[in-house]
């Protein structure tokens, strides 16, 4: 099915660490830009975008930490397919609102619920007897 996706992220902090300060301005300038024009660009963000970033230690420490956390990624992520979604189906707000009247998502939404995550199974007792009310 090509409309969802399987991830397993990893984040890896101690890269993180060893990137310069400038390299973090950049990351994030990258990973946060709004702007289609700026989404389509492969160049680096302007100086002007730069320099204030890196010029306060503290917030370079706190990007840092943001560019190797898996919550801001997953963040980052659903943001970037809920605005994706909504300017294919020309609508606004937040992701789930009001799609469930769609016929295409009532499917989907059927899918997940009947498709659901699961944990691991338990192994069954060796001895044959079930562990219920043990």
């Known amino acids: 099915m090509s409309n969802h996706m399987h991830l397993t992220p990893r984040n890896r ?8 300060t400038r390299e973090v301005a950049e990351r994030w300038l990258r990973v ?6 700026d989404a389509n660009n492969k160049e680096s ?3 002007e975008k730069i320099n204030p970033i890196t010029m306060d ?3 370079v420490e706190e990007l840092r930490k943001r560019l190797s956390s898996i919550s801001c990624f997953m963040g980052k992520l659903n943001e970037y ?3 994706r979604a909504n300017k294919e189906e020309g609508i606004t707000g937040r992701f789930w609102e009001g799609r469930f009247k769609n016929s295409r998502h009532q499917r989907c939404r059927s899918h997940c619920s009947l498709h659901g ?5 338990p192994h069954p ?3 044959g007897r079930e562990s219920r009310g043990l």
């Open 81 to 83: 397919i809920s605005r």
């Open 125 to 127: 007792r060796q001895d």
């Open 117 to 121: 995550l699961r944990g691991p199974q």
């Open 32 to 37: 946060v830009s709004t702007h289609e024009q």
């Open 57 to 59: 230690p503290e917030r």
């Open 45 to 47: 963000p302007s100086e």
């Open 13 to 20: 902090p101690d890269i993180a660490r060893s990137w310069s």
